[in-house]
Structure formats: structure tokens, C-alpha cells
């Protein structure tokens, strides 16, 4: 009996999967048109002044011929102050960018600065304000917590980032820990930045109170010889919202995958996408032994 | 609060004496009600005062008692399904009834009034109730004719389903991990096989399935959304009985029969699927898949004398996943392990006529384990995560019955949870690595309840209640009040209008973003960070009884708020498993997910309507639900509200069951039924485009004020696309015929007859002219099975 359930019932199954080619239907999908997107990140401690203009890709739609990264060449840059004061922004090939020296323009702590773009009918524009004070790490120091030869994940450390809040306004941080490299399979010669830690704070709750942001890790430096000293630079930037609330998302998005949460990203930008955003930048030196 | 829970304890004790006082001037009549031939205990029969328009209702244990003033009464006592007994009883001193009562051979359309007893909705003080007739549950259609209890759950109202043939449970905008899901007392924590397809009840092993969506009694707590409670059956206590099936995944069989005849009984029953057994044969020797999962339920329990009864019951079921490939002078091998494992051990004590004491004592565990080896020169690499739940808990409650208007219950629950969010070995003789690590986290969850089912004249009917939890975490104590009350008030015998109100809290939490029943699925306790959930539900209504054409319509508007529900990240993957690096080192957290994690609220609000026929040859329900669920968390969704995923508008169940012949001596048996379900489709997020989207390098490198090129994705907002509505329909035949040694059963089930697409899920795909379109994947067409089963 056991043997003839089972046959018909794999005979009732094949049937019934046979219309499986049929199971992948086309449904209509949400309909969005192309955007202008518009990003800069505004310092008086940067040299330059750097704006990208560049063009969303709709995603149900034609892919042939299309680059990854729509850039618009000929769009009409302006940056502006608050007194009114506004300069144009010329295309630089090199930077993939609208780029001018900051001497040309001066970007003051505490003063609101408003970046447009225009391109066709299209126009999009974006408004910050440079943070007034900048704020520097009141304490950078790294501790070996594992011996490598107790653990296999190589020698286990916790970097600390410590510095002081400024009392009486929202204020917002970044606290990016980069190294430089040369690498031998490319060219020898270039140097390249790589990003080893990213942390965003804010001082809810801890206004004029010393804040701490802790990073650890196994196997950055387990590749080191273990007398080797390494320096790192460590920046503490503080932010406008904007930066804040862009790259908190931002740095938490890593690509689409069906087992991963949407990540939805910031916008400040009229008109468009994109962010226009402020920052001021102090800098230190985390040294590991 | 100390001082607080002592007062409440002291006025419970207050109200027992001044009860049991009052009751002397009364005679009390009590015993047990049980289906004669098997002896099981009936849960929720009837026993009917017709002289003095009064009554009670057997409780978990088949015990009923009730204080009437000493004189002489006819006594009806009543069950669905069979047939009802009259007593005359001569009260004039403490008596003791117990009665045996006759299954009808068919639930025929003519039954004495009396037996209508059970059916009256509108005789019940409790309301968002529903209780299912496991006899329903085994002639419903089912996907490749699985019964599945939790599949016939999704189809009442109020409760949503999450996606094609999944088995997770949402009611009334409540997440899977909000509903308490007990099989005798157990709590189940992961109620799934095969990724959430089919639930781990075998309807052939279970007596009573009661599901709870509102006004909870308090003697329920720990979640925010509802109560499924399961009873299993007790084994026949007069002779050996037995049910088989062979299905087209799987085979399952049940036996029960007495220990010692009319004292002790026990009753087995196991399934197993057979998936891997049939498609192994037809792989390469090299290579390997099998997937298989099985249950077991055993049960025995013993009557010591007329006051003590003793329980003793377990479930344990295993999936497993498994793959093994050979190359060479090598070999991987690797899988899945999931499961859970529980036990109960019970003890009725009858303290008097009146009190009822139940003690329990718990067991359950949820385990969850990936492992691979490999093979290779003679050296072997060998890697396992594992992670899981053990509750151990006792439970002391009393069923108290002072006079014949008040069933007062009460008693105190203890849990000790003990969670493993991971537990991680590695071994690997290529590297010389050796290292593993496991992070245990341990609370007690505790609770005192009082409650009573009060009848106040003729018409009305109260049940409050209060519940008081303690939670330990970490260094926090959560202590809090849990009120409850239910209300109902007759205006005919035959309609009532109902409301209640409720809070619940919920002390763990189950870390998962998609309500698949995913293994991967982790609970977690409330800490100093993650603070409790807790929700407020109000509702009204009003049931009315048809008794003469054996049916009953209810209609019940709810609103529901919930605070500090949790949910993933933006961002935050639930595929990633905790390789332990982070944990075996002073410093490790072992509360780090929480950085995965935010908490935010959630409303939810509608209507429900059902039509029910338990009873007749035509039975059935209609059911349709309509409602809102919104969320908001302050981390998702810029702040916004967003509709939950499973937010349904309109959901409409229709089940319909029709004897055609019952089978009864040499003649056959014939049921057909069938089933219709429409669900507004599910709220999801789509990306709609991609663009530039640079991370600024804080350095200003490379070319000054530098930005690390990237693109990524913009979404519509959160959950604001709707996938197609889901509707589908299902057919059932059953023929039965009694054959020499046993009553035989073919059932052909058609699932979704008219082959309807329904969305599983959705994906973008490039066509080969470089479109890029929307695609939704179709699970399941049109599935015809055949199953064959056997009672005897």
C-alpha cells in the first residue's frame, strides 16, 4: 500500500509542478522618473570646494548603454552665502566633480551656505550651515586585550575615542579612523586610503558631557607583526544634521540583498536627491603597538 | 511593590474565606465529565440548573463544581458532539456526580435543546475567543494534505497569514513572536517545520485548540497578541485505539490505550516526512541533500484516587537539513538542525468540592544549530553555531468555585529562561585553531493572577482580573499591573453585548524580520536597554445565536496600541550568524545584538464578523476581518509611521464542511469541503532607482574634500508598495468505509483549484532587450493530493 501512495502521489506532484515555468510572472512595478542628485560636504578645513551633480538611474527601466554612475558635466553650479554673495562652480575632469579653491570662496564657521544646480528644466538646490566650534579628541588610546597565541583570530584590540561635548546645543560627530597603503599589486607608487573604522555619535542625552565611542577588533592588525608600531590617522569631525543623518545610513548600507533591511537614505536636496551638508574637522594620532 | 503584591495576595486570601463562609448555608455538586468509551476528560462541558436559569462549565481538567441551595434540581449536562444527560439530584448534602456522556454517532441537525448549551456565544462572558473542533481541523482541505492546526487558525478572522503556505500567525497587527503558543501548559517557542510550510501540531494527537485574540483572562500573560492554547488527548482508557496516514510527504500514526484499565492511560503518536527518502536514490553518489523533519508526542497519565491525577506528557520534533559532497581524498559535509523539545508533569488535586488545585511542572527547549566538516589530507576543519531557548517553570493554579455565580482562578507562575544567543566551536586542524565560546543570559519571569467569572442578576456577566509580572534583566527589575475585564450583558438570551479591556506586557523577543519561522530566528530577553512590550486592547461586540438552524454570528471592533515592539535596523542582516570572535574576551558583550535592534510602536484598529455553524451535517464559517496596522520607530522610516508588512485591509475566510453520508456500520462515509480565502496583498519596500550616493573621506583624500565613490538605492517609502491580493480555493473529498479491522479514510485534496498566482515574493530581473521589470514568484499551482488514512 505504502508503495502505490507514494507513486501516485509523485505522479499528482509532477502534475501539478508542471505549469512551473509559469511561476515567475511580470507584474507592473512603482514608476519613478530620472532626478537630479546633488551632493557636497562643506569645511572651512578643507582646501577645496566640491560639489557632484549627477542623475538617478530609475530602476525599472532600460539598462543598455547606461554607465554606473550617471555624471552631469554641464550643469550650472552655484554656491552661495547668506549674504547673497555666490560664485559658479567650473567642471573639473580630474575630480569627476564642480570644483573650486576655497579661496575663491570662503566657507566660515557658523554661516549658511545654499549650493544649487540646474541642468535642462531641472533644478535642485540644498541648504546648510557650517557648525561654529570644531571639537578635538581629549583622549585616543589603544589596549591589546588578547594574546594571539590564545586566541586564532590573531591579537584582539579596543581602540577608545574620548572628547568633550559642547555644552548647550545639538551637536553631532564622526569619528573616522583611516590608513594609508601602497599597494604592491597595483602600481607601487599610489597611495591609498582605506577606511578601518566609522562610528556616528550624537550628544542626546550627554550634552556638555564627555563622550566616548569604543572600537574593536581581531584581525586588522593580526596581519602585523606584533612589534611593529602602526600610526593611524583618527578624525573627529562635528557635524551639521544633515552629514549626521546621511552618513549614519549611509555607512550602514553595503548593497541590496533579499536577507538585508531597506536601507533609506538622506535627503536634504529640493527639487532632487543628494545631501548638502556641513562639517569641522580636528585631527589625531592613534598609535598601536 | 513588595508591599503592593503582598496587599493584593491578602485580599485574595480575604475573598476566599469570606466566599467559603457564605458557601456553608449551600450544598455543592461536582465531579468530572468524561466521553464515554475513551474516558477523556471533557474541556468546556456543560452543566445546566434549568430551575434556577444557572449553570457552570467543566475547566482544563474536566472538573466542574457548582453551589446550589439545598433542594432538588434536574441537572442537564451537555457537550458538542454528543449526546446530553438529565440527572435528578437530591441536594441535601455535598454531592458527587461524574458523568460519562455518548458521542452522537453524527452531528445530526436535530439535537435537544439542551445540547445548544455549548454552542451559545452569547452565554460566554469572554469575548475574541474562538475555539476550533479538531474534528473541523481534520476535514478542512490542506496543502498536500497536511492538517495543519495553525493553517486553520489563519483562517479565522483576525488573524493574517504572512505569505503563501507559510504557517505564521498575526493577529490583529500583532508580530509572530506576540502569540503564546502552549501545547499542556508547555510554551513552544518555534511552532514550524520546513521554514514555517507546516506547523509542528499533529492534529491527530491534540483534544482542544482555543484561540485567544482579546480581552485575556489573566491567568494568560507574556505576550502582546494572542493565546493559542493546545490540549493533548489522554489516551482511551478502556482499550487499545490506533489512526494511520500516509500522506504524500509524510506518514504519521497515533496509538492510545490503557495502562490499567479505567485508571491509567497513554497515548503515542509520530510523523515523519519522507521527502529525503524518496528523492536520495536519485542523486549523485558525490552528492548529497536530504531534508527531513519528524514529531513525537507521548502522553500517560494515572488516577490515583477520586483527588489525584497525575500527568505526564511531551513533545519532541526535529528538522533537519544536511548536505555532503565528495572530491578526491576529501569530503564536506554540513547542515541545519532545529527543534523543539517539551515536557509537562501535572498533578490535579481536588483540595475540596470546590477547589480545584493544578501543579505544573515545565519543560521546554528550542535549539538551533548550523554545522560543517570538512575533509581533507588526513585534516579536518570542523565549525558550529549554535543558539536556542530552556525555559524551566512551575505553575500553581487553583480553579475555585464559591457559588454558582462566581468561578474565581487564581495561582502563581515561575519561569526560569535561560537563552543562548550564541554558541560558537571551531576546530581546525589546517591552522591549528582551537576555540569556541557560548554566551548563556538567564532571567525569571514571574506572575501572580487572580481572576472570576461573576454573574450579577440575569443578564449580566463580569470577568475581571489582574495579573502582576516580575521580570529580572540584567540589573533592571521590571515589575508590572496587568488588568483585565471582560463584560457581557444579555438583552435577549439569545444576544449579547460584549467588551473588554486588556494590558498585556512581553518580556522576550524574538529577533526576526521576516515571520518566516526561519531557524535562524533568535529570542532574546528584555535588558536595562530593551525594554519590555506592551500593548492596550479595547474591544466591543456583540454575538448573536441562531439555535434553532445551529448557528452564531459575532461582530467585534478592537483597538490596540503597543509600545517598545522591536524590529531590524535599516540595514541590519538576519542571515548573519555571530562567528563568536567577539565573545570570547572579557570585554564581549553579550547583549550586542541590541545594536541590531530598535524598539518603536505600533496601532492597530478594525472589524472582525464571523459566522459560525459547529453543528449539523453543514458546517463551517464565514469570516472577514477589517483593519489597520501602522508602526513607528523613531530609526526607521525617517520617524514616519509606515503600515506594517502584514497590514490587510480585507481578509475573508470561508470554510464550508458538508457531510454528504456519515459512515456508520458497512455504509460509507462521504464529506466534501471546501475553502475560499482573499487577502489584500502584503506592504513592501522596492527600490525604484539608483544613484550617486558618495560616503565623504573625512582625510580629504584622494583630490581634496574627497569622496568615496558608491551608488545606492532609493526606496519608496517604508512598506508602500502592495504585492498583488492573495485569493485562493481548495477542495477536499473524503470517502470512508469500514473494513474488517479497521475504518478506512481516502481524502483527495485539491489545493488552489483555479491555479490562481499568488505573489511569494517579488524580484527585479533584466530581460534579454535590457528591461528591467518586476517579477513575482509563484510558489504554489494548482496541487492535487491523495492521502490514505486508517482508525481502528
Known sequence: MMKKIVFINIILLALGLASCDRLATEVEPPKVDAQLVLFSFLSPEDKNIKV?????????????????????????????????????????????????????????????????????????????????????????????????????????????????????????????????FVSIFIDDTTTYVQNVFDGMYDDKSKDGKAITGVYSNYSFYGFFNDTTQKVLDCYLLSTDIHYFEYHKRRLNYFGDDPFSEPVQQYSNVTGGIGVVSAFRRTKGKLVVR | MKQQT????????????????????????????????????????????????????????????????????????????????????????????????????????????????????????????????????????????????????????????????????????????????????????????????????????????????????????????????????????EKIKGEAGIGIIASRFLLEGPIVKNKASFLVSARRTYIDALTMPFMPPENKVGYHFYDLNAKANWEIDKKNKVYISGYFGRDKFRFRSQFGSGRDEGGVNWGNATGTLRWNHLVNNRLFSNTSFIFSDYQFSIYQKSLFDGSTFELNFGSGIRDYAIKQDFDFRPSANHTIKFGAHFIYHQFTPSAFVLKNQFSGEDTSSKVLLGSFENALYAEDDIKIGEKLRLNPGLRITHFTAQTKHYFNLEPR????????????????????????????????????????????????????????????????????????????????????????SFLAVDDGSGTNNANADPYSYENNITSGRGWSYGAEFLLQRKVGKFTGWIGYTLSWTQWQFDELNFGEKFWARYDRRHDISIVAIYKVKEQKDDKNGLTLSATWVYGTGNAITLPVAEFSAPIHSP?????????????????????????????????????????????????FSLYNAYNRLNPFFYYTSTTSTGDVVLRQVTLFPIIPSLSWNIKF
Open chain 1, 52 to 180: 557632484e551633480v549627477s542623475r538617478s538611474k530609475p530602476v525599472f527601466a532600460n539598462t543598455n548603454n547606461t554607465k554606473p554612475i550617471d555624471l552631469i558635466t554641464d550643469a550650472t553650479v552655484t554656491i552661495t552665502n547668506e549674504n547673497g554673495l555666490s560664485i559658479q562652480l567650473p567642471y573639473v575632469d580630474s575630480a569627476n566633480s564642480y570644483l573650486i579653491s576655497a579661496t575663491q570662496f570662503a566657507i566660515l564657521p557658523g554661516k549658511k551656505y545654499t549650493v544649487t544646480a540646474s541642468h535642462g528644466d531641472k533644478k535642485v538646490s540644498g541648504v546648510c550651515t557650517i557648525p561654529l566650534d570644531t571639537v578635538s579628541f581629549v583622549e585616543l588610546s589603544t589596549r591589546k586585550l588578547a594574546d594571539p597565541s590564545t586566541s586564532s583570530f590573531g591579537p584582539y584590540y579596543l581602540h577608545t575615542f574620548k572628547w568633550n561635548d559642547p555644552v548647550g546645543q545639538q551637536n553631532f560627530y564622526r569619528v573616522s579612523l583611516e590608513d594609508f
Open chain 2, 485 to 572: 475585564i471582560n463584560s457581557s450583558y444579555n438583552l435577549r438570551s439569545d444576544i449579547a453585548l460584549k467588551s473588554s479591556f486588556a494590558i498585556m506586557n512581553q518580556y522576550v523577543h524574538l529577533l526576526t524580520n521576516t515571520g518566516l519561522g526561519l531557524p535562524t530566528d533568535l529570542w532574546v530577553p528584555s535588558s536595562d536597554r530593551l525594554r519590555p512590550q506592551r500593548s492596550w486592547q479595547v474591544a466591543a461586540g456583540g454575538a448573536k445565536d441562531f439555535l434553532e438552524q445551529n448557528f452564531s454570528i459575532s461582530v467585534e471592533g478592537y483597538y490596540k496600541e503597543m509600545k517598545n515592539i522591536i524590529a531590524y535596523k535599516e540595514g541590519a
Open chain 2, 6 to 237: 503582598m496587599k493584593y495576595l491578602i485580599l485574595i486570601c480575604a475573598l476566599l474565606f469570606v466566599f467559603n463562609g457564605w458557601a456553608q448555608q449551600k450544598k455543592v455538586l461536582s465531579g468530572y465529565i468524561r466521553e464515554k468509551g475513551s474516558k477523556e476528560l471533557l474541556i468546556g462541558a456543560s452543566v445546566a440548573v434549568p430551575k434556577l436559569r444557572t449553570g457552570t462549565v467543566t475547566n482544563g481538567y474536566g472538573f466542574y463544581s457548582i453551589t446550589l441551595p439545598s433542594d432538588t434540581f434536574e441537572i442537564i449536562v451537555s457537550y458538542v458532539g454528543m449526546s446530553p444527560k438529565a440527572y435528578k439530584v437530591d441536594l441535601r448534602n455535598d454531592t458527587e456526580l461524574d458523568v460519562e456522556l455518548t458521542p452522537i454517532a453524527s452531528l445530526k441537525e436535530v439535537v435537544v435543546s439542551a445540547n445548544k448549551q455549548n454552542l451559545r456565544l452569547a452565554e460566554q462572558t469572554r469575548m475574541s475567543v474562538i475555539e476550533i473542533p479538531v474534528s473541523q481541523v481534520k476535514d478542512i482541505p490542506a496543502l498536500l494534505g497536511e492538517k495543519d492546526v495553525l493553517k486553520v487558525i489563519q483562517l479565522l478572522p483576525g488573524v493574517q497569514k504572512p505569505s503563501e503556505g507559510n504557517s505564521g500567525i498575526y493577529v490583529r497587527g500583532g508580530g509572530p513572536d506576540q502569540n503564546l503558543i502552549i501545547l499542556d501548559e508547555a510554551i513552544v517557542y518555534n511552532a514550524f517545520h520546513l521554514f514555517g510550510f507546516f506547523s509542528l501540531f499533529n492534529g491527530d494527537a491534540l483534544k482542544s485548540i482555543e484561540l485567544t485574540k482579546g480581552g485575556f483572562p489573566a491567568r494568560y500573560g507574556g505576550r502582546l497578541s494572542s493565546v493559542i492554547d493546545m490540549s493533548m488527548k489522554e489516551g482511551n482508557k
Open chain 2, 699 to 747: 582625510s580629504g583624500n584622494p583630490n581634496g574634500g574627497g569622496f568615496f565613490s558608491s551608488t545606492a538605492s532609493q526606496y519608496t517609502s517604508r512598506n508602500a508598495f502592495r504585492m498583488a491580493p492573495y485569493h485562493r480555493m481548495d477542495f477536499g473529498i473524503q470517502v470512508t468505509r469500514k473494513m474488517q479491522w479497521w475504518i478506512r479514510t481516502w481524502e
